[in-house]
T-cell receptor, first 112, second 115 residues
Framework: GQQVMQIPQYQHVQEGEDFTTYCNSSTTLSNIQWYKQRPGGHPVFLIQLVKSGEVKKQKRLTFQFGEAKKNSSLHITATQTTDVGTYFCAGRQGTNAGKSTFGDGTTLTVKP | NAGVTQTPKFRVLKTGQSMTLLCAQD?????MYWYRQDPGMGLRLIHY???????AKGEVPDGYNVSRLKKQNFLLGLESAAPSQTSVYFC??????????????FGDGTRLSIL
């Protein structure tokens, strides 16, 4: 079945440093979504990428979808303590209508 | 606007007991999902539903049953709870999307411990 892998599993940074998490799929994806989960909270939708090579930005966050639509990345510039949490990617394969496979997430901690 | 509401928020069960987790959404979403989240393992899909009266198995369906009698509700049942089912359970819902998935809206989760 479809597998979605995320690396790294954990990332500890000093406030102000950049952060990147990578998401890789074993199969071509029709779209990929990114979610953020704060400690003790629930996942919250951040963004969706659909087109090959697509790049989207949300303030300090940059999301990319690979040309082959099998990988994606989330980059945070100049991290802040409010960025703490676990970031998940979720990919949909082909015609699996309504169903996405979540990666295991990257947990970011930021030291002030 | 309540969004997705899960009840209960916490529960402790003994091995072999049964219980039902309730998920209710007020956004008129077609799709609903049940996930479990264990430390370091992300979100694993248990069952999902693409509409009222329909359900389908996800990645880890064994030991669970679901029902979607009304569009706004999605119930997750544990017939005979086992310690391996200790987890945080999240319900989510989304609109239908013809070409791509729509964003999932999650509830606050149910923290379930089985002794």
């Amino acid at each position: 079945g479809q597998q979605v892998m995320q690396i790294p599993q954990y990332q500890h940074v000093q406030e102000g440093e950049d952060f990147t998490t990578y998401c890789n799929s074993s199969t071509t994806l029709s779209n990929i979504q990114w979610y953020k989960q704060r400690p003790g909270g629930h996942p919250v939708f951040l963004i969706q990428l659909v087109k090959s090579g697509e790049v989207k930005k949300q303030k300090r966050l940059t999301f990319q979808f690979g040309e082959a639509k099998k990988n994606s990345s989330l980059h945070i510039t100049a991290t802040q303590t409010t960025d703490v949490g676990t970031y998940f990617c979720a990919g949909r394969q082909g015609t699996n209508a309504g169903k996405s496979t979540f990666g295991d997430g990257t947990t970011l901690t930021v030291k002030p | 606007n309540a969004g997705v509401t899960q009840t209960p928020k916490f529960r402790v069960l003994k091995t072999g007991q049964s219980m039902t987790l309730l998920c209710a959404q007020d956004m008129n979403h077609e799709y609903m999902y049940w996930y479990r989240q264990d430390p370091g393992m992300g979100l694993r899909l248990i069952h999902y539903s693409v509409g009222e009266g329909t359900t389908a198995k996800g990645e880890v369906p064994d030991g669970y049953n679901v029902s979607r009698l009304k569009k706004q509700n999605f119930l997750l049942g544990l017939e005979s709870a086992a310690p391996s089912q200790t987890s945080v359970y999240f319900c989510a819902s989304s609109y239908w999307g013809a070409r791509s998935n729509q964003p999932q809206h999650f509830g606050d989760g149910t923290r379930l411990s089985i002794l």
